[in-house]
């Protein structure tokens, strides 16, 4: 799992020195690798916007994590280990792209406000999601029809189609006195039923690991007799007529399914990583603007903060997260803006971004 800490700190006499007295905190002491994280000057706007906007953009940046990696691993199905790799954002892993995240001035213009710049996120990610939806039904619909042809073709003989077994000369047809049954025998009977295997009208069609699949010819007049002796025998009657054209049909429509399947696959899995990224993309900016929008209530006006992107050793968390608490202890933590995450306090802005998608909660 490659985890990040989004994070901010007011800036002292200057941002750098803020970079700085963090970095010698944390990076030169192994609890974490640092990145300076670049967020362009936004419009701050008035106080009630920027208390509104720090509630929408948490539920936008809670949709966002959700979104698509999960159908992207249903449709890959025996490829899911291929996933991961499928999941980039503006051509490059998702790794490097936060680690030198750039602010995209042509999608989220600086010039607008926050709210509308919010906006336009979240219309964004709002398209992408109707129009995975549509998507996703059109493929699951197939898909599934697909999914119950072919279930029919495997299973027990007691219950599967017999239309890949059977032959047209396995039976009497078009007789005014005869007919064919399909009779499906355990194998555990075989040695107790040498009166049936005897018949000259018997014939094992098909075996699987645990029946024997045998055609009956007889006289029609004959038939409730011989079932009231299979049932005795624990032999299975299937009930089945030998239909050619209908056999036919379910095996063309298979074939169509299969076809069309393969057929929206691949367009489907070039829209899913395109628009991967672009959800991606957007996310980061969320939590961009979020970081924004949480120091500047947090530490006040005028602007001065540093964002900074931290990637914790794994074996030093908790160290890391006891340092940034008494690196900021001097900040007031009953502050109106303090945030709770996981039910604790933290005395800075912090966001989590998780780089192995699948393991979004």
């Known amino acids: 799992m ?45 106080l009630d916007v920027l208390v509104g906007l720090s509630d929408e953009l948490a539920k936008l940046d809670s949709f966002v994590e959700r979104f698509h990696v999960y159908y992207m691993a249903d449709v890959l199905e025996d490829s899911r280990d291929k996933v991961q790799e499928n999941l980039l954002a503006n051509g490059v892993d998702l790794v490097t792209y936060v680690t030198w995240f750039q602010w995209d001035m042509a999608k989220y213009p ?29 493929y699951n619909s197939l898909k599934g029809n697909l999914q119950s042809l072919e279930r029919k073709n495997v299973g027990s003989l007691l219950t599967r189609s017999l239309a890949d077994i059977i032959e047209k000369d396995n039976f009497v047809l078009d007789s005014e006195y005869l007919t064919t049954l399909l009779v499906v025998v355990p194998k555990t009977s075989y040695p107790d039923c040498e009166w049936f295997f005897i018949c000259s009208s018997v014939r094992l069609l098909f075996e699987d690991q645990d029946s024997g699949l045998f055609s009956v010819a007889l ?24 239909n050619e054209e209908e056999m036919k049909a379910d095996k063309e429509e298979m074939t169509r399914l299969s076809t069309d399947k393969k057929k929206q696959f691949g ?19 969320i939590k961009a603007l979020r ?6 209530l947090r530490y ?3 602007v001065n903060f540093q964002a900074m992107l931290l990637q ?34 933290y005395l800075y802005v912090y ?4 780089c192995n998608l699948l393991e979004f909660k």
């Open 219 to 242: 006289f029609r007049k004959a038939i409730d007799d011989f079932k009231h002796k299979a049932r005795e025998n624990k032999f299975t009657v299937r009930d089945f007529q030998y």
């Open 2 to 46: 490659t985890e990040f800490w989004l994070s901010s700190a007011p800036g002292e006499k200057n941002c750098q020195q803020t970079w700085d007295k963090m970095n010698m905190a944390t990076a030169q002491t192994n609890l974490s690798t640092n990145h300076k994280f670049n967020i362009p000057e936004l419009k701050v706007g008035t």
């Open 300 to 302: 006040g006006l005028p």
């Open 351 to 354: 966001y989590k971004i998780d």
């Open 110 to 138: 600086v010039k607008q406000s926050l709210k509308n710049i919010s906006e336009i996120m979240s219309n964004q990610v709002s398209q992408i999601d109707s129009d995975l939806k549509a998507r996703a039904s059109a």
């Open 312 to 345: 914790p050793n794994k074996k030093n968390v908790k160290k890391l997260r006891k340092g940034l608490q008494d690196r900021y202890k001097h900040l007031d933590s009953t502050d109106l803006f303090s945030f709770i995450i996981q039910q604790e306090y």
């Open 291 to 296: 970081v924004f929008t949480e120091s500047v």
């Open 267 to 285: 367009p489907l899995v070039r829209w899913l990583k395109v628009n991967f990224s672009e959800a991606f993309i957007a996310l980061i900016h």
